[in-house]
């Protein structure tokens, strides 16, 4: 099993960036696909981007493309989110998950392990 907690989120104006921190507990993060959703007040969860176990593959919402930067790095068991040029509209919370399969899956349901989430705010 793994345990994800992230970090790294707060109020910003509209134009900021943040980047966001998920940690994972475990020796074998190395060995699961992580993926970032979001979650807006009365609205489903929404993929947001994802990558591979190695790191050689992205994923990304077509909302967030060109914005957001996903990377990891396995010997600090952990995964960012690099947002750039935020939007109102990305204010959610946002969470980190992981699972042991190799797809870059956008569906919420595939993914197995979840961390409390981080709230993003975005300013207009």
């Known amino acids: 099993q793994v345990q994800m907690v992230e970090s790294g989120g707060g109020l910003v104006q509209a134009g900021g960036s943040l980047r966001l921190s998920c940690a994972a507990s475990?020796?074998?993060?190395?060995?699961?696909?992580v993926g970032w959703f979001r979650q807006a007040p009365g609205k489903e969860r929404d993929f947001v981007a994802a990558?591979?176990?190695?790191?050689?593959?992205?994923r990304y919402a077509d909302s967030v493309k060109g914005r957001f930067t996903i990377s990891r790095d396995n010997a600090k068991n952990t995964v960012y989110l690099q947002m750039n040029s935020l939007k109102p509209e990305d204010t959610a919370v946002y969470y980190c998950?992981?699972?042991?399969?190799?797809?870059?899956?956008?569906?919420?349901?595939?993914?197995?392990?979840w961390g409390q989430g981080t709230q993003v705010t975005v300013s207009s």
């Open positions: 475990g020796r074998t993060f190395g060995h699961y696909t």
């Open positions: 998950a992981a699972d042991r399969g190799f797809s870059l899956s956008s569906d919420y349901s595939q993914y197995a392990y």
């Open positions: 990558i591979s176990r190695s790191g050689s593959s992205t």
